[in-house]
């Protein structure tokens, strides 16, 4: 059973450009979570997906940020005109149900914004 | 104030000799989870905690809740190299699906 898969692993992107991160559940979990990882700060929760439904993208900057997860194929999260502040690592993590489950995270997409 | 506080935020010992780390909320818990994440890397899942007074084991390195003190300690016993690497604890506060991270602690074990 492989784990969360995410890529790419490493993504840089020009100023101006969109990044599409990529986020593949592990088999049998229909609930995904993204987060960023900022240096000298925590891991932040973006957004909350179920196949098909946001159910809570408070983490969410409000423009330019847009998070999906399609009834098939992985979750996407899109950021688009990226800045250079956007450069973070960005983990999706999965879990069966909510918070009463094992939630397993992927290895991270790191951005870099020239 | 941070709503999920480590300590210490880093810690060096001597292989072999025992470490706990410690992980307070000003919340309510809503299970509490332990990560460790290597740099540059992904987190790793160590352990997840539901109820007060419950406490797991895997390899050694154990983990326990304490509801009342809202409260979370993970004790690596007989420490090694391999065990080196930032320990993150997260936690639904107030949310049964939303974790909040600690700012991890980053462990140094030295041969």
């Known amino acids: 059973n492989a784990g969360v898969m995410q890529n790419p692993r490493h993504l840089v992107r020009r100023r101006g450009q969109e990044a599409r991160l990529r986020c593949s559940p592990m088999?049998?979990?229909?609930?995904v979570y993204w987060y960023r990882q900022l240096p000298e700060e925590g891991l932040k929760f973006m957004v909350y997906?179920?196949?098909?439904?946001?159910?809570?993208e408070s983490g969410m900057p409000k423009e330019r940020f847009s998070a999906e997860f399609p009834k098939e194929g992985p979750s996407i999260l899109r950021i688009q005109q990226v800045v250079r502040g956007d450069s973070a690592a960005y983990f999706c993590?999965?879990?069966?149900?909510?918070?009463?489950?094992?939630?397993?995270f992927g290895q991270g997409t790191r951005l870099t914004v020239v | 104030s941070q709503e999920l506080e480590q300590s210490p935020q880093s810690l060096i010992v001597q292989e072999g000799k025992n470490l706990t780390i410690n992980c307070t909320s000003s919340?309510?818990?809503?299970?509490l989870y332990w990560y460790k994440q290597k740099y540059g890397e992904g987190l790793i899942f160590l352990m997840m905690?539901?109820?007060?007074?419950e406490e797991k084991s895997h390899e050694k390195i154990t983990a326990k809740l304490d509801e009342k003190k809202q409260q979370s300690s993970l004790h690596i016993t007989a420490s090694q190299p391999s065990h080196a690497g930032i320990y993150l604890c997260?936690?639904?506060?107030?949310?049964?699906?939303?974790?909040?991270f600690g700012k991890g602690t980053l462990l140094t074990v030295n041969p």
């Open positions: 993590a999965s879990s069966p149900g909510r918070l009463n489950t094992e939630a397993f």
């Open positions: 088999k049998g979990h229909s609930h």
């Open positions: 997906l179920q196949k098909e439904n946001i159910i809570d």
């Open positions: 919340k309510t818990l809503y299970g």
């Open positions: 905690l539901q109820k007060g007074g």
């Open positions: 997260g936690a639904g506060l107030g949310s049964n699906y939303k974790l909040t």
